[in-house]
């Protein structure tokens, strides 16, 4: 059991909901999202249901990967306000009782920020340690085999100072040196700037890239490697991410957050299930709150992989750690297109019903999908550095569809990368008013979560699972749902015996109030909660 204290934080509840900020709502004409926009959509987001607004990054920033290029960690960048605008954002979601996380980017800076400057301005200066400098090999080339994850080697050599330096992402995203205590001083300041200012938490950027390897030893060849995938994934991380020193850090992370109430972060972790559990902490050192499990991204969409991914997550946390759930972001194909608009709301019932915190990324809710975008207009780097592989991440991140009109009401100029043909038909206005709709669906399912204990706190146990459904069962002070979510077009029955219960909610409406004992029977792309008689069994 859990200390009564730490039983129900907010962030266990509650849904928190992404916002890329240049693809939200524009209020200045300019085409690109900002701070006032997302300030005037607050509205929205309350009748959503949303527990915490998670943002990416609207700080300075040269924009050479859209804000993930830092190049003052305690400003707004003009392209999306001021500090007024950003403290006037909090204000207003605070009094309508909604958090906010801001995204924290430790492990590089942009390459023009004052620190960068500094450290590549000469040898000895003093700021030269706070990023990662190394001598060429005898032959000239760099000082090993390690890879950028938006193409090319990790090392940019530096002619001035004739010494690389490394980059785990673009070379404008020099690496911090998070060896040097000085570092990390400055950036757990940062964190207490935006804490001080009443921020509720972090999602921590690239969490498990911050250490890496003190002899810098070669990565492995990734013997699994497919010219389709990322040049990245040519060699395996082994020595680049992931190093066991990261956790001493993570830890003294939690206890900046920690002397302040009911704060959390989420960190960006894309690894093997028990390698992301470490990242948890211990029962007596804490790690992050949450790290995101991104299985529903990662895995097929396939029942049986995906019921095993479940129980084993669920085995696997340690007694202290809360469970969590996506389904898309910033950096991955939205779920839409991933598992066709058919299975959306059975993702939806999956994410909201699963044990743990759920992340919607925004626009999901509405069915968006991938934004098809001419070679000629592809902005994101990764894609620019790779052409041919489909890998930009631009198709995900295009405007909000909020109505029919001109700009689908995300701007009145152009918008800087183009809306979906489809906004007259899938926008919030139309999904508002359509009690069937995606919007519906979601704004009942993150109401029932808000409302019934047992979807937010109840314990969970498997059901059933073939190769077309999954069912499970959540349990709370004699309250038990059982929910089952067919996973393919195709209709099938769950093969057990189910216990008699009542259709609470599902993808049929007309199923609604149905009682069900024995057999269940589900049609394609359909997904329902029964609430199971209390004592039946
Ligand atoms: C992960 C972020 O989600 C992604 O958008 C970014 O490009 C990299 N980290 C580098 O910061």
Same mark, same amino acid.
């Given at each position: 059991?859990?200390? !009564? ?45 949303? !527990? ?131 570092? &990390? ?82 960190? &960006? ?269």
């Amino acid at each position: 059991m859990e200390p !009564a204290q730490e039983s129900f934080h907010w962030w266990k509840h509650g849904v928190i909901y992404q916002i890329y900020p240049r693809s939200f709502q524009d209020s200045n004409g300019d085409g690109i999202g900002d701070l006032e926009g997302i300030r005037r959509r607050i509205g929205y987001l309350k009748e959503l249901g949303i !527990a915490a607004v998670w943002l990416s990054p609207m700080f300075p920033s040269p924009m050479f990967d859209f804000g993930y290029d830092i190049s003052d960690y305690t400003g707004v960048d003009p392209l999306f306000g001021t500090l007024e605008d950003f403290d006037a954002l909090l204000n207003d979601l605070h009094a309508a009782g909604i958090k906010l996380l801001l995204d924290f980017v430790p492990n590089h800076t942009s390459h023009l920020h004052p620190w960068f400057l500094e450290s590549r301005s000469s040898r000895n200066n003093p700021k030269r340690d706070w990023y990662l400098w190394q001598d060429a090999r005898p032959d000239g080339s760099a000082p090993n085999n390690w890879l950028a994850q938006f193409g090319g080697s990790a090392w940019e050599w530096d002619e001035a100072t004739g010494q690389y330096y490394y980059h785990a992402f673009l070379k404008e995203q020099p690496d911090l040196n998070w060896r040097n205590p000085e570092v &990390e001083k400055a950036m757990f300041d940062v964190l207490r700037f935006w804490l001080d200012r009443g921020v509720d938490g972090f999602r921590v950027d690239a969490l498990t890239h911050l250490i890496k390897d003190i002899h810098l030893r070669d990565n492995p060849p990734n013997p699994d490697y497919h010219p389709r995938q990322s040049d990245y994934d040519q060699l395996l991380p082994a020595y680049s991410a992931d190093q066991p020193e990261i956790h001493d850090i993570v830890r003294r992370m939690r206890r900046v957050l920690d002397a302040y109430p009911e704060r959390m972060m989420v960190g &960006e972790v894309y690894l093997p299930v028990n390698r992301m559990m470490v990242y948890y902490g211990t029962d007596d050192s804490r790690g992050v709150h949450l790290p995101f499990n991104f299985q529903l991204i990662t895995l097929p969409w396939n029942a049986p992989q995906i019921a095993a991914a479940i129980d084993q997550y669920e085995g696997a946390l340690p007694a202290h750690g809360w469970p969590n759930w996506v389904l898309g972001n910033h950096d991955q194909p939205r779920i839409a297109s991933r598992v066709g608009a058919d299975q959306a709301k059975v993702a939806a019932l999956l994410l909201l019903t699963l044990r743990g915190t759920p992340t919607v990324y925004y626009g999901d809710e509405i069915g968006m999908r991938d934004v098809p975008i001419h070679p000629d207009q592809v902005r994101d780097p990764q894609g620019l550095n790779m052409p041919g592989k489909n890998l930009s991440r631009d198709p995900a991140r295009a405007p909000m569809q909020w109505d029919g009109g001109p700009g689908a009401g995300f701007t009145g100029g152009t918008p800087w990368l183009p809306l979906d043909r489809n906004f007259p038909r899938v926008n919030v206005e139309r999904e508002r008013l359509d009690p069937h709709s995606l919007l519906a669906f979601y704004r009942h399912l993150i109401a029932l979560r808000a409302r019934e204990p047992v979807v937010a706190e109840g314990a969970y146990a498997p059901f059933y699972a073939d190769t077309q459904v999954i069912a499970f069962l959540r349990e709370n002070l004699g309250q038990r749902l059982l929910v089952a979510v067919n996973l393919t077009h195709k209709p099938c029955h769950v093969g057990r015996h189910v216990p008699p219960g009542t259709v609470l909610i599902g993808t049929v409406p007309e199923r609604e109030g149905e009682r069900v004992e024995g057999t269940l029977g589900l049609a394609g792309d359909e997904g329902l909660i029964l609430r199971l008689e209390t004592g039946s069994s």
